[in-house]
């Protein structure tokens, strides 16, 4: 099994819809949890960051992690034809290595 | 305007020819890592760099070398390059760590013949 999975879509959807975008994980030292977004011929950017359980919103933005099922989610409210990316889940148990899964490809549609 | 860089862009070279692709950061950040991206396989680690002089392995750093001695630079060292080898690289730095929000360069993509 491996570290992080992550389905790598494509996921279409249509503009103004809720994406969401999940992530499960095998290693419960997992402390720390990232979204990054990347756009296409670009380095990825950080989108949002949570440490340990809970929930955390920023803006249209909300990035959920569930350490009971090692599971995390980010939801896309009102999606936007510029919310069209890769996305990558990316987890850590310490500060210095980092685990990124393989990314989901997104495209809202107009 | 705070930026990672990276040189060269785009490069082409044939097996066992060393090759050195630099990384630099006017942040003043502390954490520097390199990255491999494959189709299928995602962002891969390679190695990171705590601070000057502190460098350690990341999930795939068989083939590469890297040296921290100034902390703006974090060049990627390939001794002896391998088809295997070609990927797109990027670079990133941090403030502090991993966890912190990485900047990455715009990445290098290499093919190795």
């Known amino acids: 099994q491996k570290e992080v999975e992550q389905d790598p879509g494509p996921l279409s959807v249509p503009e103004g819809a809720i994406v969401s975008l999940n992530c499960t994980y095998s290693?419960?030292?997992?402390?720390?949890f990232m979204w990054y977004r990347q756009y296409s011929r670009k380095g990825p950017e950080l989108l949002m960051y949570?440490?340990?359980?809970g929930n955390k919103e920023d803006g249209r933005f909300t990035a959920q992690v569930d350490k009971s099922s090692k599971y995390i989610s980010l939801f896309i409210r009102d999606s936007q034809p510029s919310d069209s990316a890769t996305y990558l889940c990316?987890?850590?148990?310490?500060?210095?290595?980092?685990?990124f899964g393989k990314g989901t490809r997104l495209h809202i549609l107009p | 305007e705070a930026q990672v860089t990276q040189n060269p862009r785009y490069l082409i070279t044939v097996t066992g020819k060393k090759l050195t692709v630099t990384c630099s950061q006017n942040?003043?950040?502390?954490?520097m890592s390199w990255y491999r991206q494959d189709p299928g396989l995602g962002l891969r680690q390679i190695y990171y760099s705590m601070n000057v002089e502190v460098t350690d392995k990341g999930d795939v750093p068989e083939g590469y070398k890297v040296s921290r001695k100034e902390k703006r630079n974090f060049p990627l060292i390939l001794e002896s390059p391998s088809p295997n080898q070609t990927s797109l690289y990027f670079c990133?730095?941090?403030?502090?760590?991993?966890?912190?929000?990485?900047?990455f360069g715009p990445g290098t993509r290499l093919t190795v013949l």
């Open positions: 949570t440490y340990s359980s």
């Open positions: 942040m003043n950040h502390e954490y």
């Open positions: 990133a730095s941090s403030l502090s760590g991993a966890v912190d929000t990485q900047y």
């Open positions: 990316a987890m850590s148990y310490r500060d210095d290595k980092i685990i």
């Open positions: 290693n419960s030292a997992f402390q720390y």
